[in-house]
């Protein structure tokens, strides 16, 4: 399929998933071809990505990072703007119990792109078996090649919505920036009640339209198995952070000058990327090449843009 045509019906999936406040996915054949589409943008993304990409939209938060830098020696030095490490410290910071208590865990992301956050954190943690899952074959492959190391670092291909996983087996299940393009959040959500041991913990970081948040509220009310006990607002940490990434001269436009490509794709890339990395919920306008570029196919017209990010963790009764 071409990528405009895989990118128009990634885009309508994600308009038709975040529009809906029903807690009903859509039907069985609608929900297979916004997966489709899914897997396929992404692949596209991980067959064009380099070592060290993370595909999400950062936070800051002075107080994270410093922790980060006291538990990580030389982190100050890597080659990273630290944004979206921040946003995966904060999904083990913020659990009921420390970094310690997970000596021996189970852990596993669901959604996880290329690996490279859970890899950071796997280094933060003493855990017996850390497993990354992602619908995208390619990113799979990437994260293997690059990054895996036996049962301390693994990755498996499958679908949030089908965890291949037994009753019970996982101490903690992270999720980050993923969930927003599952069609039926409310099976997810009964997939991780599923496969969490009693007494293991959800840490979810995610976009939300309101008709989403209101679907997160009622399925919070549901319990589903799983006791909320602390959410919080990081929309404007989020901010902050694609503020600093859109800014001339930042580390993230330095590593996309940095790819070797022609000046078309780089032309379309940039405006690519400001779509796809939050230009739009950090409060900028589309500029009129952006505009032009989206009119032609291609770059996409997201549909179901967020208005707040928030982090959830759950405690499985
Ligand atoms: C924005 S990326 C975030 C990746 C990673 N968590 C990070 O922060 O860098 C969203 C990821 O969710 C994955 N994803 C989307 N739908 C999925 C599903 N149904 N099951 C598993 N993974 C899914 C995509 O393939 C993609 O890798």
Redesign the pocket.
């Known amino acids: 399929m071409a990528a405009s045509k895989v990118f128009t019906e990634f885009s309508e999936g994600l308009g038709t998933i975040n529009s809906s406040d029903s807690g009903q996915g859509p039907d069985r054949a609608v929900s297979d071809r916004i997966?489709g589409a899914?897997?396929s943008s992404?692949d596209m993304a991980a067959t064009a990505s380099s070592q060290g990409d993370?595909?999400?939209w950062g936070m800051h938060d002075d107080t994270l990072l410093r922790e980060i830098r006291a538990l990580v020696p030389g982190f100050a030095d890597y080659d990273t703007d630290g944004y979206?490490e921040q946003l995966y410290f904060l999904a083990l910071r913020d659990l009921p119990i420390g970094l310690a208590e997970l000596a021996g865990a189970s852990v596993l992301?669901?959604?996880?792109?290329?690996g490279?956050?859970l890899n950071f954190l796997s280094r933060l943690i003493d855990a017996e078996r850390v497993t990354g899952?992602?619908?995208?074959p390619q990113?799979i492959t990437r994260a293997t090649t690059r990054l895996s190391r036996g049962r301390r670092l693994h990755f498996v291909q499958?679908?949030?919505?089908n965890l291949p996983f037994e009753d019970g087996e996982l101490d903690l299940v992270i999720n980050?920036?993923?969930s927003h393009?599952?069609p039926d959040f409310g099976r997810f959500l009964d997939e991780v009640a599923r496969v969490l041991k009693p007494g293991g913990h959800f840490s979810h970081i995610d976009t939300f339209t309101a008709p989403r948040y209101a679907q997160m509220t009622r399925h919070k009310e549901e319990s589903r198995g799983l006791a909320w006990i602390h959410e919080r607002d990081i929309s404007e940490e989020v901010r902050t952070s694609i503020r600093r990434r859109m800014t001339a001269g930042s580390h993230f436009q330095r590593t996309f000058a940095e790819k070797r490509m022609s000046p078309v794709a780089r032309l379309v890339g940039r405006q690519v990327r400001r779509t796809i990395f939050g230009a739009k919920f950090a409060g900028f306008p589309d500029t009129a090449l952006t505009k032009a570029l989206k009119k032609a196919g291609a770059v996409p017209s997201l549909q179901g843009l967020p208005d707040s990010y928030r982090h959830h963790i759950a405690r499985k009764g």
């Open positions: 997966k899914t897997s992404y993370i595909w999400n979206s992301e669901v959604g996880c792109g290329l490279e956050g899952l992602d619908l995208s990113a499958g679908d949030a919505e980050i920036e993923s393009t599952y």
